[in-house]
């Protein structure tokens, strides 16, 4: 890990030129400014080129013209006119291959092959000799992934499109296979135009998972198929919906950017909603005070030991899986609350003798054996690991969101795992309070995630090697209890993609060294329409250093 993280230091050297995001894992750079040939184009080499790798490339195509970012230093774009106007390397084209015996598929089946057997590395090779560009990779998936570190390569100077440090040979491949982003979309809504924005952002930096937290107890936006009572009642309005066409062109449109979708129904806490269209379902729906009957209003959960609400349960998981093309499928599982059940007069009959737990390990296994005639495999919430008695499939995948000082105890239970935890990656703390009446109050999670923290964050501390197997990669995750599509850019970006090179890259990198690129992560996404905010006065922005504490 010292060699590797001595490289890494040692690559942010020797790479002043370019301003890659994730850093490529190995990258050696020449001295040579290059210039975008006026008629440059990209050739796939391969036969019968699937139509999203196609789309892929014209999208790179259109943003080499577009994006006109100058490059973060004083004098922007007029700093390197004279570089450029003398330079006489040209780039005339791109060619993307396939390497050797790889099978040709489409972006979007990549994109949802199991994570652990994902293939996303790729070599590109930049030349300053006035020969092509090449992508190579072991699929279309690796391509868009190279093709994504290709576009970050270039600069407007008065109109020529160029690049500095050539040539360039990059050898990369993610460090961890899960590079996550979670929305919810039931505190508040976002129109589909806000969550392929989004989606957009992600690939840019390399992040292959968009985690869909798409229902809770305040609202039920999803639309499914045998179950349209859930968002007739449950949706915000008759607008605010996810319909499964919607839900489709989210799948397809993610998938093509090489993004699984993993969708979760929180059970069976996090339904009060339900209620609604299902009151029989409901243990304690908007029993007041709130806060003795769950974490926030409304309050309602499904009973869990009623056989009834078990079926239905497992219909609708059953329903909502199938919506979705990823090997993964959330059940959520988080804050249980007893006292609900304690009080439901229907649950203490229901539960006829048997405990809680016994009964919640009943109402679990049925779910996730619905998920497993799906095909699917559960994702769960930590309490369902730490804090409850129930049996799971060993390939279930557990998201530690609480504390990242859970994390060992997961590692502990034997089951992969995903960093999702508060203290690191929840990009809502720190907004203060929103719980009405209180105008003291303060986010659950204070103080603000900066990037600088969530980049410092080690997937591993804590663990012995041989669990350190279990960590599939982790995610920053956005509960919008204050945020809707208002802010949505702005709370996210550019931090969320801290955690994208963290788990594409690997750890132990320098924040300070990676302030600079992640200007240009910003800048860059501004002009691609992203409302990334600022995270230093320009003034800084364009002299790396200068504005250091002890500068
Ligand atoms: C880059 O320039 C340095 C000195 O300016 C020189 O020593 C080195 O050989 C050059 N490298 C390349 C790849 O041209
Ligand atoms: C392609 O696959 C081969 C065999 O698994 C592997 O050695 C190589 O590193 C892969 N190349 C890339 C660019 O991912
Ligand atoms: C957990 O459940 C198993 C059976 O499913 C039981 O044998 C064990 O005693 C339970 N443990 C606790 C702490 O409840």
């Given at each position: 890990m010292l060699s590797q993280r001595l490289l890494l230091a040692l690559l942010s050297f020797l790479v002043p030129a370019s301003a890659l995001w994730p850093l490529p894992r190995q990258i050696s750079t020449g001295n040579s400014t290059l210039k975008l040939a006026r008629n440059f184009d990209i050739k796939i080499s391969l036969r019968n080129a699937p139509k999203d790798l196609q789309d892929a490339v014209s999208r790179t195509k259109g943003r080499l013209q577009s994006d006109k970012l100058e490059r973060l230093v004083v004098g922007r774009g007029g700093a390197d006119a004279q570089a450029v106007r003398g330079g006489r390397a040209t780039l005339s084209g791109l060619t993307l291959s396939l390497l050797d015996g790889a099978p040709v598929r489409s972006i979007s089946e990549e994109a949802v092959v199991d994570v652990v057997s994902r293939s996303e590395g790729y070599v590109l090779h930049v030349p300053s000799d006035g020969s092509a560009a090449v992508l190579r990779a072991n699929s279309t998936l690796g391509l868009l992934r190279g093709l994504s570190t290709f576009e970050q390569l270039w600069y407007d100077s008065d109109g020529t499109t160029y690049a500095l440090g050539a040539p360039i040979d990059i050898t990369d491949s993610p460090a961890y296979p899960y590079r996550g982003f979670m929305l919810d979309t039931a505190r508040n809504f976002f129109p589909l135009s806000d969550i392929k924005r989004t989606l957009d952002a992600m690939s840019w930096v390399k992040i292959n998972t968009f985690h869909w937290h798409v229902v809770d107890s305040q609202s039920f936006p999803l639309v499914v198929p045998g179950f349209k009572e859930l968002s007739d009642k449950g949706a915000y309005s008759p607008t605010s919906v996810y319909t499964p066409s919607d839900v489709k062109d989210i799948i397809s449109y993610a998938a093509?950017?090489?993004?699984?979708?993993?969708?979760e129904i929180d059970t069976p806490g996090h339904t009060s909603?339900?209620?609604?269209?299902?009151?029989?379902?409901?243990?304690?729906?908007?029993?007041?005070?709130?806060?003795?009957?769950?974490?926030?209003?409304?309050a309602g959960q499904l009973r869990l030991a009623s056989p009834g609400t078990i079926d239905f349960t497992t219909k609708l998981i059953k329903a909502a899986s199938k919506m979705f093309s990823s090997k993964f499928f959330s059940i959520g599982g988080d804050e249980i609350n007893t006292n609900c059940y304690n009080n439901d007069a229907q649950t203490q009959t229901d539960l006829a003798g048997r405990t809680f737990e016994e009964a919640l390990d009943t109402f679990t296994q049925a779910t996730t054996?619905?998920?497993k005639e799906n095909g699917k495999v559960p994702v769960v919430w930590e309490e369902m690991v730490l804090e409850h008695n129930v049996t799971l499939p060993k390939e279930t995948v557990v998201m530690v969101w609480i504390s990242s000082e859970h994390v060992a105890a997961v590692a502990q239970k034997?089951?992969?795992?995903?960093?999702?935890?508060?203290?690191?990656?929840?990009l809502d703390c720190g907004g203060g309070?929103?719980?009405?009446?209180f105008a003291s109050g303060n986010s659950w999670?204070?103080?603000?995630?900066?990037?600088?923290?969530?980049?410092s964050f080690d997937p591993t501390a804590s663990l012995t090697a041989e669990q350190a197997n279990l960590v599939l990669g982790g995610q920053h995750l956005l509960w919008t209890e204050q945020s809707g599509p208002e802010n949505l850019d702005p709370v996210v970006w550019p931090r969320a993609a801290s955690s994208a090179e963290l788990f594409w890259t690997g750890p132990?990198?320098?924040?300070?060294?990676?302030?600079?690129?992640?200007?240009?992560?910003?800048?860059?996404?501004?002009?691609?329409g992203v409302n990334a905010i600022a995270l230093q006065p320009q003034w800084c922005a364009l002299r790396p250093g200068a504005c250091d504490l002890t500068a």
């Open positions: 093509a950017r090489g993004i699984d979708v993993i969708a909603v339900i209620s609604k269209s299902h009151p029989e379902h409901i243990a304690c729906p908007e029993a007041t005070p709130w806060g003795s009957f769950a974490n926030e209003p409304p054996g619905a998920l034997g089951f992969r795992l995903v960093h999702a935890a508060s203290d690191f990656f929840y309070g929103w719980v009405g009446d999670c204070d103080p603000f995630k900066t990037w600088q923290k969530s980049y132990g990198q320098d924040a300070g060294a990676a302030l600079s690129r992640l200007h240009d992560v910003a800048y860059r996404m501004r002009k691609r």
